[in-house]
């Protein structure tokens, strides 16, 4: 068993405080409610976030604040994460409570969705704060890479959610 580092437990307001912040956009033609059936979905977010490799969801229905769930990614690091915000079709957030990388100090991600003439707009920021020198020094090296990264993701979902689109009809 690996093992596992606490997170500060922060709150909404560290997502726009966070020393370092990653915001993508997309445009997807699908509807609020649509996107929040497939970030529901458990089994759909290695498809679009390939450095996620399983997802559980580890507290009972209905989602809300306080729902919990544990993320595997690549590197053998795992996060228990726990939903800040949530409020359907429209925005959900959640943080790092505990991870396996002793290189996070916090963790947020937060999901803001806005209905479109075509479908909806999303914006995603991912909120970090190193933990130590190493941590900071080698997310301010990798930042430009990092971004590219979270952009593609949002690419891979809106063709994701295009090809799921076409096999529901």
Not at 65 to 73: A, I, K
Not at 74 to 98: C, K, L, T, Y
Not at 119 to 131: D, E, Q
Request: charged share 20%; proline share 5%; glycine share 6%.
């Amino acid at each position: 068993m690996a093992r596992v580092y606490p997170c500060e437990h922060v709150s909404l307001d560290f997502i726009d405080s966070a020393p370092f912040r990653f915001v993508s956009t997309v445009d997807l033609a699908i509807t609020p409610e649509q996107l929040f059936e497939v970030l529901g979905d458990a089994q759909s977010w290695p498809h679009w976030a390939t450095v996620i490799t399983n997802v559980e969801w580890t507290s009972p229905e209905p989602r809300g604040v306080g729902t919990t769930r544990t993320v595997s990614m690549r590197g053998n690091i795992v996060g228990d994460e726990e939903f800040i915000a949530w409020e359907p079709f429209s925005h959900m957030a959640f943080r790092f409570n505990q991870s396996t990388s002793n290189a996070i100090s916090a963790f947020a991600e937060d999901y803001r969705v806005v209905q479109t003439e075509n479908g909806c707009h999303l914006t995603w920021v991912m909120a970090i704060k190193p933990n130590g020198l190493a941590g900071r020094l080698g997310l301010t090296l990798g930042q430009p890479v990092m971004a590219w990264l979270f952009q593609r993701f949002l690419h891979n979902l809106r063709r994701y959610t295009d090809e799921r689109l076409r096999e529901e009809h």
